[in-house]
Structure formats: structure tokens, C-alpha cells
């Protein structure tokens, strides 16, 4: 029989003869080591994946564990924010390309209204009437401003966004324009009789 073989039988032989209490206790002192070994590497782990626990290592300067814990809560939180605040860029980006793309389709029918009637050139709208409707647009916006509390720069900061959100969403100006449209065409009719009625 070899050496080593002769040792191992000589920590069996030992192992077996401690007491009951003695192996329970060695073993839970082990399990204890392993337990505190898994947590010390999983802090370890934790601390080279936060950017203000590494420029610690760097300083030289021992983290606490609750240090640790504190700085990766307030990671997690900054890159909670930032995700939220990418999500939000993300939302209002694709608005836009919703809103360009509705522009896109109405100049696009535009040209090929044009193009389908040669002699519309003939009855484009006076920078007169062009005017006319701006300033009726700018007016009714005027009166739904008159709502809103400028007192001071605070109310006017504070009062502005609410009428913003409701005097300026798309569907609120394009009831509004609309309204506009009508009421100038509506006054042309009547300004110009019968001959109006012939070109349209």
C-alpha cells in the first residue's frame, strides 16, 4: 500500500472517531465558510459592475458592504431614469415620424391633385386671403389665451402648459381650423354670388 493511500485511511480513521458534536460542528463550520466565501465573491461580482465601486478600487480605499449595496441601489435607479427618459425620447420620435409621414402623404396628394387639374394655377390663393386666414387662426388661439393667468412669470409658467395641453393638441386645431375655413369660405360665397359657385 502507498504513502498516500496510508493517510487517507489514517483521516477516515480520524474522522470517524471524533465525536458526534465535534463532526456536527466541524461541519457546520464549514458550511458557514462556504456560505460567507459565496456572499464575499457575490459583493465582489457586485462591486466590479458599478462604475462608483470600481473608482473606489482605484483610490485604494475599502468599500463597506452597505457602501456597496447603497451605490448599487442608486445605479440601478440612474439607469431606471434613463431608461424611462430613453423610452419617452422614443415615444416622441415616433409622433414625429407618424406626423411627417401625414405630412408627406398630404403634400403628396397635393402634387398629384395639381398635376391631374393643369388649370388650378389659375385659382391659387391670394397672399391677401393667405393673411386673412392666419390672423383668424392667431385670433380664436388669442381668445382661448386669455384664460390663462399672467400675473406674474410663475402662474405663467404654471398656466401655459395646461392650455398647451388643451387648446393645442392636433385634434383641438384642426376643429379650429376647420371652423376657420368654413367661416371664410362661407363669407367669399356670399361676398361673391353665383360666380363662385361657377369655378368651384
Known sequence: MSSSSHDDDESEDKGSTLPYKDRRREAHTQAEQKRRDAIKKGYDSLQGLIPACQQSDISGYKMSKATVLQKSIDYIQFLLQQKKKQEEERNALRKEVVALQIMKAN?????????????????????????????????????????????????????????LEEHCKPQSLREMV?????????SRSNYSGPKVERTL
Open 107 to 163: 403634400y403628396e396628394q397635393m402634387v398629384k391633385s395639381q398635376q391631374n387639374q393643369p388649370g388650378l394655377a389659375d385659382n391659387r390663393v391670394s397672399d391677401e386671403l393667405k393673411f386673412h386666414v392666419f390672423q383668424s387662426i392667431l385670433e380664436q388661439l388669442f381668445i382661448t389665451f386669455s384664460t390663462v393667468s399672467v400675473n406674474n412669470f410663475s402662474e405663467l409658467s404654471a398656466f401655459i402648459f395646461t392650455w
Open 178 to 186: 376647420v371652423a376657420v375655413l368654413q367661416r371664410i369660405y362661407a
